[in-house]
């Protein structure tokens, strides 16, 4: 075989191991969950629509309304009753409630306050739900032959109210690790339309005339299946399941349509652009993926207590009642704290899901999906035959020149290829909404660079280095006497005792090994090193770096790592670790809550039988602060050591404390949140947590009481606040013993 045929058939090989990795499932999700995330975060937030806005069910509101709850079903209806009359006096031109009505409310004439609203308003979509039914299922114990089916339905709302609102429609997002699309017509459910696509054609209603002006004009069979006109008695539901079968009947209609759109002089700019939303929306994919606009709470997000005081004089808020004039408004629960969305499970992980484990709630979801089809904006991924042929071709281009150039040429070429083509992938995302395939091309070029480096029996060895994980541990044992310093952070799970005896033990192991997958991801993303995993404990480590001689002349203009950044990695591991284990919890029952302790010290490395262990002071007592959170009912605490030279945290003070077998004090803190993204309740709690740690420390019980009385008005179960507002009390009748202000924990 010739050489150039050699060099021939490798660029094939690689241009077609792209393609079918692309074409697999994995291709897809590797796409999806780091392609696309890597896309969004490079844009970064944009502006969202004005024209759409969110209503939000919160905390803040609950307590202004001196309502108990936050959950959405235990809310009046009669405020709704007048949140809708606000909204209709305001001009919003379409309301949809994220609520589910399918039971009567508490009292009967709030139910019928309600409908008599949304009837008059004549506007109100409202979200119902869809049944799931598998034939598989029913017909288990069925011997006989069966014709397998899964079949979707909407469950019956409650008759008073849904046949008050203008219309109904289901809007279901998928179970999966994070959330990228929708769907604007469910085939399982015979096409129903989802709630974006009821609103978007219920906000074009003006423009009903001219659509079937041009559908006429194009095709008057088929705009005889229309009504003439959207009067009061139109289903809207109905419509849009005969427009859907128009179009799908008609692959070349939209095409047409869109020509002739351009060609009429009676719509204005803004107009055909709506027209051509609806023609891409009918004529389209039934699966869209989202045009996210940035962390939660990007879309205008107006609280309900103020929604509801829109037209008193004395609020105290920016918002006029003139602003909802034309806007589409959407009600539902979004919570601002992660603390409101453990109460209230309706948000989703996205990829701009913030670090402390805040994700965009359902309704936010609901309302970017219309408003991405009101723009027509959409991500749209790249065609199939598209990002086929640009796989094919970037593999086979890498495939050729990995034998032609040499291997550091090769790698240099690799790099620019791959830093061009991302920014071109950037351009077309950030200005057309186009995503084209990343992860694959870039993982095209480390296989090859290995596949060459195989090939040719070379080493990179010069280039990169030869120093490995058990090359450093050997260093330290051998050179510095197994002792070194750095963090050290230790896991514990909740009730896992409890859970171990009812559980069965294949299922608890499938379990524990899915946790300790998702465990290891964020210690090893922010450079850790996961030391031990017995039963449900796990310890892991970050190495403060000293002076190396093994280290490769070409990183040898780093400078020696400072202390602080093992503490600020071990920082990041821990809130990422407990925002992925947040994560893991949604998706398998039972769930496993999690404590996180952390210490910053010097410690002992040893090895035996091959397994290297850490042990010292410092691991024991990063335990006992890890234990300390069953007292405060926290999820991740640590000492000053580690918080010390940071302020890239939001942190909360709890004071001195006499760990189990310790005889000096710890200085506990807990850890909150990044500081850049913590929300504003956050903060609040936070500054005002230390005020009242302050008035306890001096002794001024009362006041100290004050202040933790304010966090419970808000944060009724916090822990900390719950902790020291009961020493207040047992205070108050007896004085502390010496020495104050530390206290004693005494149990392990």
């Given at each position: 075989m010739?050489?150039?045929?050699?060099?021939?058939?490798?660029?094939?090989?690689?241009?077609?191991?792209?393609?079918i990795?692309?074409?697999?499932?994995a291709?897809?999700?590797?796409?999806?969950?780091?392609?696309?995330?890597?896309?969004?975060?490079?844009?970064?937030?944009?502006k969202?629509?004005?024209?759409v806005v969110?209503?939000?069910?919160?905390?803040?509101?609950?307590?202004?309304?001196?309502?108990?709850s936050?959950?959405?079903?235990?809310?009046?209806?009669?405020l709704?009753?007048?949140?809708?009359?606000?909204?209709?006096?305001?001009?919003?031109?379409a309301?949809?409630?994220d609520?589910?009505f399918?039971?009567?409310?508490?009292?009967?004439?709030?139910?019928?306050?309600?409908?008599?609203?949304?009837?008059?308003a004549?506007?109100?979509?409202?979200?119902?739900?869809?049944?799931?039914e598998?034939s598989?299922?029913?017909?288990?114990?069925?011997?006989?032959?069966?014709?397998?089916?899964i079949?979707?339905?909407?469950a019956?709302?409650?008759?008073l109210?849904?046949?008050a609102?203008?219309?109904?429609?289901?809007?279901t997002?998928?179970?999966?690790?994070?959330?990228?699309?929708?769907?604007?017509?469910?085939?399982?459910?015979?096409?129903?339309?989802?709630?974006?696509?009821?609103?978007?054609q219920?906000?074009?209603?003006a423009?009903?005339?001219?659509?079937v002006?041009?559908?006429?004009?194009?095709?008057?069979?088929?705009?005889?299946?229309?009504?003439?006109?959207?009067?009061?008695?139109?289903?809207?539901?109905?419509?849009?399941?005969?427009?859907?079968?128009?179009?799908?009947?008609?692959?070349?209609?939209?095409?047409?349509?869109?020509e002739?759109?351009?060609?009429?002089?009676l719509l204005?700019?803004?107009?055909?652009r709506v027209?051509?939303?609806?023609?891409?929306?009918y004529?389209?994919?039934?699966?869209?993926?989202?045009?996210?606009?940035?962390?939660?709470?990007?879309?205008?997000?107006?609280p309900?207590?103020?929604?509801?005081a829109l037209?008193?004089?004395?609020?105290?808020?920016?918002f006029?009642?003139?602003?909802?004039?034309?806007?589409?408004?959407?009600?539902?629960?979004?919570?601002?704290?992660?603390?409101?969305?453990?109460?209230?499970?309706?948000d989703?992980?996205?990829?701009f899901?913030?670090?402390?484990?805040?994700?965009i709630?359902?309704?936010?979801?609901?309302?970017?999906?219309?408003?991405n089809?009101?723009?027509?904006?959409?991500?749209?991924?790249?065609?199939a035959?598209?990002?086929?042929?640009i796989?094919?071709?970037?593999?086979?281009?890498?495939?050729?020149?990995?034998?032609?150039?040499?291997?550091?040429?090769?790698?240099?070429l690799s790099?620019l290829?791959?830093?061009?083509?991302?920014?071109?992938?950037?351009?077309?995302?950030?200005?057309a909404?186009?995503?084209?395939?990343?992860?694959?091309?870039v993982?095209?070029?480390?296989f090859?660079?290995?596949?060459?480096?195989?090939?040719?029996?070379?080493?990179?060895?010069?280039f990169?280095?030869?120093?490995?994980?058990?090359?450093?541990l050997?260093?330290?044992i051998e050179?510095h006497?197994?002792?070194?310093?750095?963090?050290?952070?230790t896991?514990?799970?909740?009730?896992?005792?409890t859970?171990?005896?009812t559980?069965?033990?294949?299922a608890?192991?499938k379990?524990?090994?899915?946790?300790?997958?998702?465990?290891?991801?964020?210690i090893?993303?922010?450079?850790?090193?996961v030391?031990?995993t017995?039963?449900?404990?796990?310890?892991?480590?970050w190495?403060?770096?000293?002076?190396?001689?093994?280290?490769?002349?070409?990183?040898?203009w780093?400078?020696?790592t400072?202390?602080?950044?093992?503490?600020?990695?071990?920082?990041?591991?821990?809130?990422?670790?407990?925002?992925?284990?947040?994560r893991?919890?949604?998706?398998?029952d039972?769930?496993?809550?999690?404590?996180?302790g952390l210490h910053?010290?010097?410690?002992?490395?040893?090895?035996s039988?091959g397994?290297y262990?850490?042990?010292?002071?410092?691991?024991?007592?990063?335990?006992?602060?890890?234990?300390?959170n069953k007292?405060?009912?926290t999820?991740?605490?640590?000492?000053?050591?580690?918080?010390?030279?940071?302020?890239?945290?939001?942190i909360?003070?709890?004071?001195s404390?006499?760990?189990?077998?310790?005889?000096?004090p710890?200085?506990?803190?807990?850890l909150?949140?990044?500081?850049?993204?913590a929300?504003?309740?956050?903060?609040?709690?936070?500054?005002?947590?230390?005020?009242?740690?302050?008035?306890?420390?001096?002794?001024?019980?009362?006041?100290a009481?004050?202040?933790?009385?304010?966090?419970?008005?808000?944060?009724?179960?916090d822990?900390?606040?719950?902790?020291?507002?009961?020493?207040?009390?047992?205070y108050?009748?007896?004085?502390?013993?010496?020495?104050?202000?530390?206290?004693?924990i005494d149990?392990k």
């Amino acid at each position: 075989m010739t050489r150039w045929l050699k060099h021939f058939l490798l660029g094939i090989f690689i241009g077609l191991l792209g393609v079918i990795t692309y074409m697999t499932p994995a291709g897809l999700w590797l796409e999806e969950r780091f392609g696309l995330s890597a896309l969004f975060h490079l844009r970064g937030a944009i502006k969202a629509p004005a024209d759409v806005v969110v209503i939000a069910i919160d905390q803040p509101s609950a307590t202004q309304l001196n309502l108990s709850s936050i959950k959405p079903r235990l809310w009046p209806r009669n405020l709704h009753a007048r949140l809708i009359n606000q909204l209709a006096e305001a001009g919003a031109s379409a309301i949809i409630f994220d609520l589910i009505f399918d039971t009567p409310g508490d009292i009967p004439e709030h139910d019928e306050e309600l409908a008599n609203a949304i009837k008059a308003a004549g506007n109100i979509v409202l979200v119902e739900r869809l049944d799931y039914e598998d034939s598989a299922l029913l017909n288990q114990h069925d011997n006989a032959a069966q014709h397998h089916y899964i079949r979707e339905g909407a469950a019956q709302l409650l008759p008073l109210i849904a046949d008050a609102a203008k219309a109904r429609a289901p809007f279901t997002l998928p179970k999966a690790e994070r959330v990228h699309h929708y769907w604007t017509f469910k085939s399982n459910a015979g096409d129903i339309a989802t709630v974006p696509v009821v609103v978007l054609q219920l906000y074009a209603s003006a423009l009903y005339g001219d659509f079937v002006r041009l559908l006429n004009s194009a095709e008057p069979e088929l705009s005889a299946q229309l009504p003439a006109r959207i009067s009061e008695e139109t289903d809207i539901e109905d419509l849009t399941l005969t427009l859907r079968n128009i179009f799908v009947s008609s692959p070349l209609l939209a095409s047409r349509l869109k020509e002739d759109l351009d060609r009429d002089n009676l719509l204005n700019p803004e107009e055909k652009r709506v027209m051509r939303s609806l023609l891409d929306l009918y004529s389209g994919d039934p699966i869209r993926y989202l045009n996210f606009y940035g962390p939660p709470r990007s879309i205008t997000t107006i609280p309900y207590s103020q929604a509801l005081a829109l037209d008193d004089d004395n609020r105290d808020h920016p918002f006029e009642l003139e602003s909802l004039k034309g806007k589409v408004v959407f009600v539902g629960f979004s919570g601002a704290t992660q603390a409101e969305q453990d109460i209230v499970r309706d948000d989703y992980p996205t990829v701009f899901s913030n670090p402390d484990g805040l994700y965009i709630s359902g309704v936010e979801i609901t309302a970017t999906a219309f408003a991405n089809l009101l723009g027509n904006r959409p991500i749209r991924p790249l065609s199939a035959a598209g990002s086929l042929s640009i796989l094919f071709l970037f593999g086979f281009a890498i495939g050729m020149s990995a034998q032609f150039l040499s291997i550091r040429k090769t790698i240099a070429l690799s790099f620019l290829l791959v830093f061009i083509y991302a920014f071109i992938a950037y351009s077309f995302f950030k200005n057309a909404m186009i995503w084209l395939p990343l992860v694959i091309p870039v993982l095209l070029v480390f296989f090859t660079l290995m596949l060459a480096w195989a090939l040719r029996i070379l080493t990179l060895e010069g280039f990169i280095g030869t120093s490995g994980p058990d090359d450093e541990l050997d260093a330290i044992i051998e050179k510095h006497g197994g002792v070194f310093s750095g963090a050290c952070l230790t896991t514990d799970i909740a009730g896992y005792t409890t859970l171990s005896e009812t559980m069965n033990p294949s299922a608890l192991e499938k379990l524990m090994t899915d946790y300790r997958a998702a465990l290891r991801n964020p210690i090893a993303q922010h450079h850790g090193r996961v030391m031990d995993t017995t039963g449900d404990a796990s310890l892991s480590i970050w190495i403060k770096k000293t002076g190396n001689p093994r280290v490769p002349k070409l990183l040898g203009w780093i400078k020696k790592t400072p202390s602080s950044v093992e503490k600020l990695r071990a920082c990041k591991a821990a809130l990422d670790l407990n925002a992925a284990i947040t994560r893991f919890n949604k998706l398998h029952d039972p769930s496993l809550p999690t404590r996180i302790g952390l210490h910053f010290g010097d410690m002992s490395l040893n090895k035996s039988d091959g397994t290297y262990r850490a042990t010292g002071d410092v691991v024991n007592t990063a335990n006992r602060i890890q234990n300390a959170n069953k007292i405060f009912k926290t999820r991740i605490l640590l000492s000053s050591d580690v918080i010390e030279e940071l302020d890239d945290f939001l942190i909360r003070p709890l004071g001195s404390f006499v760990l189990p077998g310790r005889i000096k004090p710890v200085e506990l803190f807990e850890l909150v949140a990044y500081q850049q993204s913590a929300s504003k309740q956050q903060l609040w709690l936070c500054e005002t947590f230390a005020q009242a740690l302050n008035t306890y420390q001096l002794m001024k019980w009362h006041e100290a009481s004050d202040y933790l009385h304010d966090i419970l008005s808000v944060f009724p179960s916090d822990g900390p606040t719950h902790y020291f507002l009961s020493l207040c009390a047992k205070y108050q009748n007896k004085p502390p013993a010496p020495p104050w202000p530390i206290l004693t924990i005494d149990s392990k």
